[in-house]
């Protein structure tokens, strides 16, 4: 199967009149290696189907295609997704019946038609990445993996373990779900404008999340709270969010943690536990 190159993409781009924006986060592979290293790298097997969000002009989609893939991709941009159905039909006639576009936001998207996703594979918008790689995992338990292509510094913040200096609350959430690796970088020279960062993929498989007693919001909340103020310890950062000082610290202890500790220092696990601990205190 042929794959866009920067003449194909630039031509549709040019035919659409579309150009890309930064409120949708556009920025196009136009490098037909780098497709077949991320879907070599997805290593599926041709019973799976795959979520794209945001296929763009379709380089990504027709590497997934020549795998013999399901795609269901979603998009935001109207006229991308009107175009791209044409644009498989055109590259790719025999695997227009692999292929279901949804125009839409991914972070808006409840349902999809055809059978349920089992992966995950996408160049996702760097403005949204992290919230579309959760609602992803979230919203489709069939979704078994993930490889992502996202901002190297989003990259460094989602698969950082406790106390490193990368490690935020989007470790801590993807944790929740899934272990996550990074597993290559990716130059900044095989995108359509060309972007002023550099890029990496994310390797993604879900796993049981923590067994606790208690809900994975409230456990979010807990996150929210302890990393809104990074600097303080989890006695004074979740003071306002368990009711007071006291009963933070009380909780703390219960679910055997210190409470001089920071939240940069608390894995999945211990951020489970201490959302527990603190429904106990305040029940």
Not at 76 to 102: C, E, F, G, I, M
């Amino acid at each position: 199967m042929a794959l866009l190159g920067p003449a194909d993409v630039r031509r549709l781009a040019t035919e659409l009149g579309v150009r890309p924006t930064k409120k949708w986060g556009q920025n196009f592979v136009v490098d037909a290696n780098t497709v077949r290293r991320i879907v070599r790298t997805a290593a599926l097997d041709p019973a799976d189907v795959v979520l794209e969000v945001g296929p763009g002009l379709g380089s990504l989609t027709l590497g997934l295609l020549d795998a013999g893939l399901h795609v269901t991709a979603v998009e935001v941009d109207p006229a991308l997704a009107h175009q791209l159905p044409q644009t498989v039909a055109a590259y790719a006639p025999d695997a227009v019946d692999r292929l279901d576009v949804v125009a839409a936001d991914a972070l808006a998207v409840d349902s999809l038609p055809g059978p349920a996703p089992t992966a995950l594979v996408a160049n996702l918008p760097y403005n949204v990445a992290v919230p579309v790689l959760l609602h992803a995992l979230e919203r489709w338990p069939s979704l078994r993996t993930a490889l992502v292509m996202v901002q190297a510094e989003v990259a460094d913040r989602i698969v950082a373990p406790p106390g490193s200096r990368t490690y935020g609350v989007p470790s801590v959430k993807v944790a929740w779900w899934a272990s996550a690796r990074r597993v290559g970088a990716v130059p900044r020279g095989v995108f359509w404008p060309v972007p002023n960062v550099d890029s990496a993929l994310v390797a993604v498989h879900r796993r049981e999340p923590p067994a606790v007693d208690v809900t994975r919001e409230r456990v979010f909340a807990v996150v929210d709270a302890a990393f809104a103020q990074r600097r303080k310890s989890l006695r004074a950062a979740l003071a306002g969010f368990a009711g007071s000082a006291d009963n933070a610290e009380r909780a703390v202890r219960v679910a055997g943690l210190d409470p001089l500790a920071r939240g940069e220092s608390l894995s999945v696990e211990d951020f489970s536990r201490l959302a527990a601990a603190i429904e106990s205190v305040g029940s």
